[in-house]
């Protein structure tokens, strides 16, 4: 018999908003395919997932996505299991904090490589047989970041930025052609129940506690509600899209005065 299932797959899905995405993927029936870094507790979400949901299908994969040549690696990894991938989300990522010039440098390539160009290197693998079969959904996930230069957050923004407008350009691209692929770009504020924070150094940034902060669970309920509305981009909240329209009226050198603001540490 048939299976009829699809399939979703998450780079950065064994924790944050990888998982809370995942729960909602499982619950809707989707297969899974959970890559994440080697050391990561796969087998913990595999098993969260699976409870909720114990007749569809859960593959891991290790794999550190700040390597070059990680997304081919990936691909191969599914289609060597026969997958055809429905949904892909682009949800690893991490944060470099500071002054540009007191970062090392060596972990900001290592961050530009994996927010943007293996994102980009998954898109374009699995794009191609979205496209020839004229159905699928990419989901991108960006930042509140991307809409303005963020001085202490200067190259993690700036890759955010890529993401947005890569992903609002290639949806145009797709629905102008009239293809049933769609793209979507996930923009929330800072969220408060990751590891992201303690990663990036940012313990004490006034961001996390801030009204705006968000969920992982909340980001994951907007962004599958976007998805299925077919949106391009969605900035997960309730009234949040709203604000920032308003905030996003202002001169840039306002809009950074804010982000430095935020960004500041309460300490």
């Known amino acids: 018999m048939k299976d009829n299932r699809k399939t979703m797959l998450i780079t950065g899905g064994s924790g944050g908003i990888g998982i809370e995405l995942?729960?909602?993927?499982?619950s809707a029936g989707y297969h899974l395919v959970l890559v994440a870094l080697p050391g990561d507790d796969m087998q913990q979400a595999k098993n969260i997932l699976q409870d909720l949901n114990p007749f569809i299908n859960i593959l891991l994969l290790k794999?550190?996505?700040?390597?070059?040549?990680?997304?081919?690696?990936?691909?191969?990894?599914?289609?060597?299991?026969?997958?055809?991938?429905?949904?892909?989300v682009n949800c690893a990522g991490f944060g470099t904090y500071g002054h540009v010039n007191e970062i090392c440098i060596d972990r900001e390539l290592a961050m530009i490589q994996l927010n943007t160009s293996t994102l980009y290197h998954l898109t374009r693998l699995y794009l191609r047989d979205m496209i020839e079969r004229d159905e699928g959904q990419i989901i991108n996930m960006s930042s509140i970041s991307a809409f303005q230069p963020n001085?202490?957050?200067?190259?993690?923004?700036?890759?955010?930025?890529?993401?947005?407008?890569?992903?609002?350009?290639?949806?145009?691209?797709?629905?102008?052609?009239?293809s049933r692929v769609r793209?979507?770009?996930?923009?929330?504020?800072?969220?408060?129940?990751?590891?992201?924070?303690?990663?990036?150094?940012?313990?004490?940034?006034?961001?996390?506690s801030s009204f705006m902060a968000t969920t992982s669970a909340t980001v994951a309920r907007d962004t599958y509600e976007a998805m299925k509305q077919g949106r391009d981009v969605v900035i997960p909240g309730r009234g949040l899209g709203f604000g920032h329209a308003l905030v996003n009226l202002l001169p840039a050198s306002?809009?950074?005065?804010i982000s430095k603001y935020q960004l500041q540490e309460t300490l």
């Open 22 to 26: 995942g729960k909602i993927f499982a």
């Open 63 to 88: 794999k550190d996505l700040s390597i070059h040549g990680a997304a081919t690696e990936v691909y191969e990894f599914t289609q060597s299991h026969k997958l055809t991938v429905n949904v892909l």
């Open 151 to 178: 001085p202490s957050f200067a190259t993690y923004g700036a890759c955010k930025s890529f993401v947005l407008n890569f992903s609002r350009a290639l949806n145009y691209e797709l629905h102008e052609r009239g």
């Open 183 to 208: 793209v979507l770009a996930v923009c929330p504020t800072a969220v408060k129940d990751t590891g992201f924070q303690v990663t990036a150094g940012m313990e004490h940034a006034r961001a996390f």
């Open 254 to 257: 306002w809009k950074m005065r």
